[in-house]
Nanobody
Framework: QVQLVESGGGLVQAGGSLRLSCAAS????????MGWYRQAPGKQRELVAS???????NYADSVKGRFTISRDNAKNTVYLQMNSLKPEDTAVYYC??????????????WGQGTQVTVSS
């Protein structure tokens, strides 16, 4: 069974920083793109940042220059360094991985989500 487990969320003041981690575990042949999404109350889930297996990155305009996505392929882990946090960054953050496993084949998998709250 494949699992994505996130950590690192919490409460921080505006202007502060947090680092999210997401580790994929289980029998995995390969992982293509990995990414972070977020969903605020009453809003749709949106892409925050993504990274390919080769290291190419993509960011939402709202987080460019403040957030940095990275990954450790040897550990099947993706990170999101969040700096200069704003109250509007408050949301549940979800990890996503497009991976190939013997049980599920090729497809997207989601973590359970981690709450990030930024106080003003």
């Amino acid at each position: 069974q494949v699992q994505l487990v996130e950590s690192g969320g919490g409460l921080v003041q505006a202007g502060g920083s947090l680092r999210l981690s997401c580790a994929a575990s289980g029998i995995i042949f390969s992982i293509n793109a990995m990414g972070w999404y977020r969903q605020a109350p009453g809003k749709q889930r949106e892409l925050v940042a993504s990274i390919t297996s080769g290291g190419s990155t993509n960011y939402a305009d709202s987080v460019k220059g403040r957030f940095t996505i990275s990954r450790d392929n040897a550990k099947n882990t993706v990170y999101l360094q969040m700096n200069s946090l704003k109250p509007e960054d408050t949301a549940v953050y979800y990890c996503n991985a497009d991976l190939l496993s013997p049980h599920y084949g090729l497809g997207p998998h989601w973590g359970q989500g981690t709450q990030v709250t930024v106080s003003s």
